[in-house]
């Protein structure tokens, strides 16, 4: 799956850091840690705005890393304003919970405080991708008339890169 992701792996420490530290050391201070690239991640927003558009659907689709930073994001003709913000915080919430944003939703009825958290938007259309259950980016699309429908499209970007 990995190589037809093109995932990059990176480093936390250098190759020669690494090779000057003694084997038992090595693994209590070296991390790893997975990335989609950039093509990746374009080809990802592409089949999103794909498949709003065969719905005839104006849609904006966000891809961002791990750490929430966007790695690109896409409007499509039309979309409204709001939707490139509305799907950057949806994509920063799945991948900042490792969860769709739909489920997300049930859990403000528990704790409604999440919604405070700076960056985020409980509303559906957002997706994580994952590399062995672990999160590594997240999809948020924006600007269907409905969540659920924006978590459709979103969803066949994740599916572009599993192909």
């Avoid at 038992?24 to 990802?44: G, Y």
């Avoid at 499209?153 to 599993?162: K, Q, W, Y």
Wanted: net charge negative; with cysteine.
């Amino acid at each position: 799956m990995r190589a037809r992701w093109r995932l990059v792996r990176r480093w936390a420490w250098t190759k020669t850091a690494v090779a000057a530290r003694s084997a038992d050391a090595e693994d209590a201070h070296l991390r790893e840690s997975t990335h989609l690239t950039v093509d990746a991640a374009t080809r990802a927003a592409e089949a999103t705005l794909k498949a709003a558009e065969k719905e005839n659907q104006r849609i904006t689709v966000a891809v961002v890393d791990r750490n929430g930073n966007t790695i690109v994001t896409l409007r499509g003709d039309g979309a409204g304003p709001q939707s490139y913000a509305s799907a950057e915080r949806k994509a920063f919430t799945a991948v900042a919970w490792n969860a769709p944003t739909c489920e997300l939703v049930e859990r403000l009825e528990q704790a409604p405080n999440l919604e405070d958290i700076p960056g985020t938007l409980f509303l559906s259309g957002g997706v994580p991708v994952t590399d062995e259950g672990a999160p590594i980016a997240g999809i948020g699309v924006a600007g269907a008339p409905s969540g659920a429908l924006d978590e459709t499209f979103a969803r066949a970007g994740v599916d572009a890169l599993t192909r």
